[in-house]
């Protein structure tokens, strides 16, 4: 299941919002995320029956701030992306109700807070999010940010965690055991966790590859 990579029948505003807070940002968190997310977003919120126009607007609007990586309050990210987004719905005059419902939804999906939502909506931005942190992209994604921060792709002697505690602030491969693999177990939604199965059976892969490409000769 492949989401379109496409803005035509959003709200040009949002669209607008969205494409422009983009510019300059690394190609983990551009305007291409930005727009996977949101079609991602849109098949999770059908299939699970919740409200399409907040999710996918939460979705469009999620990535309007973002603290750089290593930033001491890069925590707080969501809860600025949050502010931004209410002041762009308010421009466009939605409903106070509404555009809460869409802040909300992006104050609490970030990965790093650790926090389960409490509407459905705000569960499908989350699983989406996630979801695009996985598989081809989220390989892809993992390595860009990896050569962003300047780190190497793996520990020479321990390249897959065997003995250590993985640490990905000092390797790129360990973001996978940190965090990556672990993805499917936080997913709220039946249809995330389908999608997930998939993506994860190709990150094994790709570890598996990685692996013998990188083995010392016999």
Known sequence: MTPR??????????????????????????????????????????????????????????????????HPESHLSGERCAEEALAVLRAEGWPPDR?????????????????????????????????????????????ATTSEMQRPFYHPDDPFC??????????????FYRKLLRIPDVLHTDTARAIARERVSFMEAFLAQLGREIAPPA
């Not at 505003?13 to 996977?36: I, Q, T």
């Open 5 to 70: 990579l496409q803005s035509a029948g959003h709200p040009a505003g949002l669209v607008a919002a969205a494409r422009e807070s983009a510019k300059g940002a690394g190609p983990a968190h551009d305007f291409d995320h930005v727009m996977r997310v949101v079609a991602t977003t849109e098949i999770l919120a059908r299939a699970e029956r919740a409200d399409v126009e907040v999710c996918v607007t939460a979705a469009l609007l999620h990535e309007l701030f973002n603290h750089p990586k290593g």
């Open 99 to 143: 555009a809460e419902e869409v802040a909300y939804a992006i104050r609490v999906h970030p990965f790093s807070r650790g926090i389960t939502p409490t509407t459905l909506e705000a569960k499908i931005l989350q699983d989406a999010d996630r979801l695009d942190a996985i598989g081809a992209v989220g390989i892809a994604r993992c390595f």
């Open 162 to 175: 065997a003995a250590r505690e993985p640490d990905d602030k000092q390797w790129g491969i360990d973001h």
